[in-house]
């Protein structure tokens, strides 16, 4: 007896599965290990297999084993079903923009990469600029195409990509709750912590140096380094497959803290890839629940956990073992003071947790601008200045500390950036059922105990995997729909009432 | 007007070469940078990928357009028709062994491959002896199912897959007329050496500085290191594609000759792969032409060129300049001795060009003997060892020393080794021909110029790529066929007479 339809799919998307894994390392090598001259050479590739992944989810076997798959639903279990649901998404979207579109993105956002980093090396805006143009260009056929299909705004149909079902209008919502408090909770912040202001550290803390640190928390996360590497790059990322997770980091020899936060970052990410389902690893299924739940798992663990008392706590004496460093400065109180500290600042991956939604939400109103052709191009730089005065009072020194400090539009991503402040209301609302849950996590990780942090999102969040729509899963994990008051709430007891 | 059959064949083919830039990639991520759990989740891609090549290849699509470009041959160029000739070749590889096997011998060379490591690293062959049976396995089905195809013995036709055209009544015409002369040859240059043995070298050598000398020398060979690397690995490689090259050694902190001579025999792959047509980069005919040639550039440059007492000369200053050395063993006489020192050793990738050879047989033996079933995978280490000591009069202390030592096996390349020794014979015939074109490549060596050196080698063998059939390249470089005759020539001069 042959396979059944539904069986056939898994099949040809265990296929995909191996050309998704091959890209990711094509990407990572690319940012971490590439020559600088051999873009086009990595391009080509990347489109190559692009394409391929395209045809594959286009041919009309798939649509065919789709329909059949669909008919015998009723034979299905609950995975299988949320599996097949998966792939006619993919399907749907893919059908929705052609293979040519598909293959010009990637070779353009390739180079469009490159030239980003040499225009921020430089700061030269100039040089990304007409690579942006061209990316720019073509995702807005494929906002228009997309959104075609699906019966969504340009905007809405690119957000959607990276988050089902998130709406400009439920991003506008949140983003108004959050902004209406913003602003006062920014200056009364700031004001408390003026009375006591912590004691810089200062020294030369060496990459390798930091680096042994960082293995060392992230193994006491659960970090498999037998199955995952840590390296540095321009701009932090987490690529691979569960099976080879690769995590990037950004060091500052002149601060301990820099790299470890942007290494506890991807380390959210990491425990998502690994957590999901392992049954499930090369289904769709199995893959994270859009990228507003990604993020909400790299907040939590980067911003509530890392710049907790109770990690501060863990983290002062291994900081002493890998740097020799004593003193005041070192203490636990002063740690604390000075990963929580509230700065306006230009750089949204060094921001503090009550500026950065104001980071998040420039650039999801000048990539709205862009997209509709409302902002050109070379109005950019002027745009962007313009826009950080407005929200957090400061203009960039630099174009490398203002526009060009993200990779995000280089590689394509519009519609994106909602998707981290969504995050952070997420991970806090998770956050505050899990403290409900487990009472003593504060304790737990002060002892570098990270076992009940981990076991809490992998029942809730990572070992469902795409099961459930966001809302649902948001809803069975916490009780409650998305809100603002969550994080508010924790921001609040973090800044102005100073608890853990 | 829609493109000829030819024009749309060249499209295919520029997509598999995407594919197989990839490929590449993943190996050499595989070999240098992956963590080593990750093996499994590696093969699956290396598979998947190595399947959709074999399936491009073997679409009716695709002999539908070569039969329809072959109809119509008149009308191409000598370039066109070459590269056509390339095309079909593959396809008949590709028809002739099937998918299921393609992939599967992808998975098990992938796993044998980390196992081999281990097993070298533990000196425990039975590690890795498991799944060095399951290649062989797959090996052998393969060479019965080329052989079948291409009418060729099985040996034949896993040989003729590395070197076009190669048969073992070449390689062992060849081959018995050097191991006629080889015995007695080695025993004269080791007496005549042994009345002026060099003095060692001693000393710690940090890689970081030793790669710095390489890449120097490297440089100076016309690397372009914007568009290439060089790292570490347990075993050298080079690999890439024209635009991404990238070399791999393998340093010994002891000495500084291991690294430096490993990685200059990598740059012999890598000239060539920077010296193939650059119009053609996509196409097939831009490929080396076999195997066989492949390696007669590898040692041309390792052993000939870099052994030289001009290559020494150049070299004196920098070891000094690197790691501030001096003294009597570092002068240039001292230095030559050194490096064209013959001793009888159990590693191959450590001999000299005089017992070089023996090496090799022992290999070709053996895997010819694998292959039919007259020698057992269990019995491979003692036969090994008796091989040694009747060739080489030692018995290598440990499997690690002697039937691990090499990855080509666990990689599935049975049939591979012959094209070494047949390339130190291509090497030689082409070195004689040079220097009578460029009386003073001697003295250009010693002053660390190489254009002279890779300009001829472009001309003559590089810039051809796999335009013409190896004996009509060889003649038309050299105006001889292929012979023993220049090799012994060869070595006689440096080893008996001392020159050069």
Avoid at 123 to 141: K, T
Avoid at 181 to 189: A, N, Q
Avoid at 308 to 313: D, K, L, M, N, Q
Avoid at 378 to 391: Q, S, T, V
Wanted: net charge negative; proline share 5%; glycine share 8%.
């Amino acid at each position: 007896m042959s396979a059944t339809p539904y069986k056939q799919l898994e099949q040809e998307w265990q296929r995909l599965h191996a050309f998704r894994g091959a890209l990711a390392l094509l990407r990572w090598d690319a940012a971490v290990m590439m020559p600088r001259g051999s873009a086009d050479v990595r391009g080509e590739q990347l489109a190559t297999l692009e394409t391929e992944i395209h045809a594959l989810l286009t041919t009309p076997k798939v649509s065919r084993l789709l329909d059949r798959a669909q008919a015998s639903e009723g034979t299905l279990t609950d995975w299988e079903c949320a599996n097949l649901r998966q792939m006619r998404r993919q399907r749907d979207h893919a059908i929705a923009t052609p293979a040519s579109l598909v293959s010009s993105l990637a070779r353009a956002t390739s180079m469009a990469e490159v030239r980003w980093a040499e225009a921020r090396q430089s700061n030269q805006f100039r040089i990304f600029a007409p690579h942006l143009e061209e990316v720019l260009h073509l995702v807005r056929d494929k906002a228009a195409l997309l959104g075609q299909a699906l019966g969504l705004s340009p905007y809405d149909a690119l957000a959607d990509e990276f988050t089902p079902g998130l709406r400009v209008v439920e991003i506008d919502t949140l983003f108004g709750a959050v902004s209406r408090r913003l602003p006062s909770l920014i200056r009364e912040g700031i004001a408390r912590q003026a009375d006591s202001l912590p004691i810089p550290v200062a020294g030369r803390f060496s990459a390798s140096k930091q680096k042994l640190l960082i293995a060392e928390i992230m193994k006491a996360m659960g970090f498999p380094f037998d199955r995952g590497r840590l390296d540095e790059s321009e701009h932090p990322f987490t690529e691979g497959v569960a099976g080879d997770i690769r995590i990037t980091t950004r060091i500052d020899s002149a601060d301990p803290f820099t790299g470890l936060l942007a290494a506890m970052h991807e380390m959210g990410h990491a425990l998502y890839d690994l957590g999901v389902p392992k049954e499930w690893a090369t289904q769709p299924v199995a893959r994270e629940r859009g990228m507003a739940m990604e993020e909400s798992q790299s907040l939590l663990v980067e911003m509530i956990v890392c710049r907790s008392r109770g990690f501060v706590t863990y983290l002062r004496p291994l900081l002493e073992k890998h740097f020799g460093v004593t003193g005041p400065e070192w203490e636990v109180d002063n740690l604390y003071r000075l990963l929580t500290r509230v700065r306006r600042s230009a750089v949204r991956v060094d921001a503090d947790e009550l500026t950065y939604p104001l980071h998040i939400m420039l650039r999801y109103d000048l990539e709205k601008q862009l997209l509709s052709g409302q902002l050109a191009i070379r109005d950019l730089p002027e745009a962007w200045n313009a826009g950080m005065e407005a929200r957090l009072e400061l203009r960039p020194g630099t174009d490398t500390e203002g526009c060009l400090q993200d990779i995000h539009w280089a590689h394509g991503f519009f519609g994106y950036f909602p998707s981290y402040s969504i995050g952070g209301a997420i991970a806090a609302q998770l956050f505050e059922s899990l403290r409900g849950e487990v009472p003593d996590i504060d304790e737990q990780i002060a002892r570098g105990e990270f076992a009940g942090l981990a076991g809490w999102l992998r029942e809730h969040v990572h070992g469902l995997g795409a099961k459930l729509p966001l809302q649902a899963l948001l809803k069975q994990a916490t009780g409650k729909p998305l809100a603002a008051a969550p994080l508010l709430r924790y921001l609040e007891a973090r800044y102005l009432e100073g608890a853990r």
